[in-house]
């Protein structure tokens, strides 16, 4: 059987449980307040790392699971819909979470770096993606939402590392907030 053909059975198997409609209603409280932050790395998978589940948990993953223009924009609109239409909710949690071993360290070699950026992307902006010590990036990501005029500060921030070998995350310490 295909990936795809494999894929769709398991899609078929999934609508024909229950689990679909344990989910919330637009505008929506995710069922354990909780936002991720992390990296694309399959090997980090929330879903089973955390256990997280189906309409538990906002989920935003990029490379190294960085706090990008891209992720505080989806971050501040969905604060804003918090404030605005669901403003008796308590906040969510928000979790950066790092990586040990993470891919995005290729970045970090500039030859590899410099030939990428030749495709049409800012060889700067690349520089600053790589996750070689998780603890140090989460702790400047972290930093970098605290500094977010557009995030509120009434949501709880913890940064994590993950060990891909023991499977275990620790909370790295972060600036007051
Ligand atoms: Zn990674």
Redesign the pocket.
Known sequence: MSVLARILENNRSFAATGARTKVPEIPFIPNEQLYVIT???PR?DPAVTLGVDLGDAIVARN???RVTAAVLQDLAWISYLHETRTPDAEWFELLVI??TD???GLLADPGLRHDFAQRGFDEQQLAAMP?LDPAETVRADVAKLVAAPQISRQIALTGFSYDLKTGLLSEVVLPAH
Request: proline letters at 0%; one cysteine or more.
């Open positions: 990296c694309i790395d980090v490379v190294g699971g790092h990586h993470c891919g995005s996750v």
